[in-house]
T-cell receptor
């Protein structure tokens, strides 16, 4: 399968600061990238879908001004959590899709802790 | 509202047994079906994809699809303790949209 990387793998930040998470597809051109959030022992929750060169589509209830997504190229998407608060602490996972078989490949995830 | 339903488990099987994981979906127009494995604290890993009715085998894994019944399953033969994880069923509705609808997952425990 395709390889997707995420950076950083783990980040701790103070309340009120912003954090940027990078997602890269290393061996294929990702037409579409997805950002998910997962709280402990809960299901994956899709936050937004981003297509290269266009604005992201956010799921209902996800604040687009708080979770800024940029998909500048076919291999890179970034998620910026602005003015983070402790309730934003979660496991953020990106995935990339772009093949003819509609498969999505996940990055290893970023564990965000806001203190 | 497109839905994917899975038994949350936990499903417990002894080592060497066959584990059977089931999934139903609501969107009759769904085209692509996937099984992901997620270990605790890790991100999901794609283990099987299936697109047409019938069985698809890959090593110890067999995916089964029945579009008429809107049912997809995953069989794991000769289950190993390392197979203990949450298994997520995911469905794609087709078209040019790569968005997947995920089930809540079934926790599988394989006992040595």
């Amino acid at each position: 399968g395709a390889v997707v990387s995420q950076h950083p793998s783990r980040v701790i930040c103070k309340s009120g600061t912003s954090v940027k998470i990078e997602c890269r597809s290393l061996d294929f051109q990702a037409t579409t990238m997805f950002w998910y959030r997962q709280f402990p022992k809960q299901s994956l929750m899709l936050m937004a879908t981003s297509n290269e060169g266009s604005k992201a589509t956010y799921e209902q209830g996800v604040e687009k001004d708080k979770f800024l997504i940029n998909h500048a190229s076919l291999t890179l998407s970034t998620l910026t959590v602005t003015s983070a608060h402790p309730e934003d602490s979660s496991f953020y996972i990106c995935s990339a899709g772009g093949g003819a078989l509609y498969e999505q490949y996940f990055g290893p995830g970023t564990r965000l802790t806001v203190t | 509202q497109k839905e994917v339903e899975q038994n949350s488990g936990p499903l417990s099987v002894p080592e060497g047994a066959i584990a059977s994981l089931n999934c139903t979906y609501s969107d009759r127009g769904s085209q692509s079906f996937f099984w992901y494995r997620q270990y605790s604290g890790k991100s999901p890993e794609l283990i099987m994809s299936i697109y047409s009715n019938g069985d698809k085998e890959d090593g110890r894994f067999t995916a089964q699809l029945n579009k008429a019944s809107q049912y997809v399953s995953l069989l794991i033969r000769d289950s190993q303790p390392s197979d203990s994880a949450t298994y997520l069923c995911a469905v794609n509705g087709g078209g040019s949209n790569y968005k997947l609808t995920f089930g809540k997952g079934t926790l599988l425990t394989v006992n040595p």
